[in-house]
């Protein structure tokens, strides 16, 4: 995978800016049973997978999004830096992970460790999300 370090005017780098060395070693899913084994190949391979999305940040367009991504044992550490509205080429797998998070917010009464949601709790909108980008 060959992608070119984008930059905005005033210097700023973002997309895939960075990749490191992973140090733990990939097993290629040995120590599975054959059927997880195939299931866990069949999920790195679509997370692996590259897709056109656009980022978007509910705070507004000056907040930013810079997290690492790894697709397992063995593959490379990735430093991701996103701005809001720009659109880029991404693992379909971190895509996944940022779109997953969902902010819950409480209503009721909830435990001394935040368990025990009550029904009255719901979901806000994700702070961070990715939306297709389609060219």
């Given at each position: 995978?060959?992608?070119?370090?984008?930059?905005?005017?005033?210097?700023?780098?973002?997309?895939?800016?960075?990749?490191?060395?992973?140090?733990?070693?990939?097993?290629?899913?040995?120590?599975?049973?054959?059927?997880?084994?195939?299931?866990?190949?069949?999920?790195?391979?679509?997370?692996?997978?590259?897709?056109?999305?656009?980022?978007?940040?509910?705070?507004?367009?000056?907040?930013?999004?810079?997290?690492?991504?790894?697709?397992g044992?063995?593959?490379?550490?990735?430093?991701?830096?996103?701005?809001?509205?720009?659109?880029?080429?991404?693992?379909?797998?971190?895509?996944?992970?940022?779109?997953?998070?969902?902010?819950?917010?409480?209503?009721?009464?909830?435990?001394?460790?935040?368990?025990?949601?009550?029904?009255?709790?719901?979901?806000?909108e994700?702070?961070?999300?990715?939306v297709?980008?389609?060219?």
């Amino acid at each position: 995978m060959s992608q070119v370090i984008q930059v905005t005017p005033i210097g700023e780098q973002h997309g895939l800016v960075n990749k490191y060395a992973n140090s733990v070693q990939g097993d290629g899913f040995t120590h599975m049973t054959p059927e997880n084994k195939a299931k866990a190949e069949r999920k790195k391979e679509a997370d692996a997978e590259l897709v056109n999305a656009r980022y978007l940040n509910k705070d507004g367009p000056r907040e930013r999004l810079t997290m690492p991504y790894n697709l397992g044992a063995g593959e490379p550490i990735e430093m991701w830096h996103f701005i809001p509205g720009h659109t880029y080429k991404v693992p379909r797998g971190l895509i996944d992970y940022v779109n997953s998070k969902r902010p819950i917010i409480r209503q009721g009464r909830c435990d001394e460790n935040g368990e025990n949601p009550s029904a009255e709790d719901r979901y806000d909108e994700p702070q961070h999300q990715f939306v297709p980008a389609h060219f």
